[in-house]
């Protein structure tokens, strides 16, 4: 059973809405990720932390933002949702020195309509 | 059944037959890949690694082969059953120097693999 746990599971949100998607781990993992996943299936990463007060911009442009006051907290925030933000979004964790790579939330399916 | 060429986004194999999916990654530094699974509505969950120092691991009906000289990364996996479908992703970490040993895992393109009964 994994210990990171995303919610919403599902959203369905209007134009212009402000949304924050969650993120909890209980591993102590100090990095955290944010991936969007799109219908093709590849995994783009748009934020990363390695730690409390660290945010860092993915590979992928986006138009959201990210914040880690606390370790086990990585809330995503859209300020105006547009339906080109239409998505899966998936939370990972790891611990350096971690042999098993990421542990995933399974993710918030958001529609915007 | 056998995925071709660098990257098959499908592949449709009969129950109780082998899989081997195919990937292709990017960085010759790279000093770590993984294997995850992907089923319908969950996240990736981890299958199995294997550290560039390797050829081959195996696990439970599951083998990963590694060929640092193109670049290529397979899994095989034993007597497949409708359990495996799932959509496959390979991914490689790049070290960064600044950081120790972990860099961001960048991730291959999916295969969907779907078994018949």
């Known amino acids: 059973e994994a210990d990171i746990y995303q919610t919403p599971r599902y959203l369905v949100i209007g134009t212009g809405k402000k949304i924050t998607l969650e993120c909890s781990q209980t591993?102590?993992?100090?990095?955290m990720y944010w991936y969007q996943q799109d219908p093709g299936m590849e995994l783009h990463l748009i934020h990363y932390?390695?730690?409390?007060?660290?945010?860092e911009k993915g590979d992928l442009s986006s138009e959201s933002t990210v914040s880690r006051i606390r370790t086990e907290h990585f809330p995503l925030t859209l300020e105006s949702a547009r339906p080109s933000h239409t998505s899966q979004y998936l939370c990972?964790?790891?611990?350096?020195?971690?042999?098993?790579?990421?542990?995933f939330g399974s993710g918030t399916r958001l529609t915007v309509v | 059944g056998e995925s071709v060429g660098l990257h098959l986004p499908t592949l449709s194999v009969q129950e109780g037959d082998n899989s081997i999916i195919n990937c292709a990654y990017s960085?010759?530094?790279?000093?770590?890949f993984i294997w995850y699974k992907q089923e319908s509505g969950k996240g990736p969950q981890f299958i199995i690694d294997?550290?560039?120092?390797?050829d081959k691991r195996q696990g439970q009906r599951v083998t990963v082969l590694l060929n640092k000289t193109v670049k290529h990364l397979s899994l095989q996996i034993a007597a497949t059953q409708p359990g495996d479908s799932a959509v496959y992703f390979c991914?490689?970490?790049?070290?960064?120097?600044?950081?120790?040993?972990?860099?961001?895992?960048?991730f291959g393109k999916g295969t969907k693999l779907s078994v018949k009964p």
């Open positions: 990972a964790s790891s611990s350096p020195g971690q042999v098993y790579g990421y542990t």
């Open positions: 591993m102590g993992h100090d990095k």
């Open positions: 932390s390695y730690g409390v007060n660290s945010t």
């Open positions: 960085n010759s530094a790279s000093d770590y």
């Open positions: 294997i550290r560039s120092n390797m």
């Open positions: 991914a490689e970490n790049m070290p960064l120097p600044e950081r120790g040993s972990q860099g961001n895992l960048i």
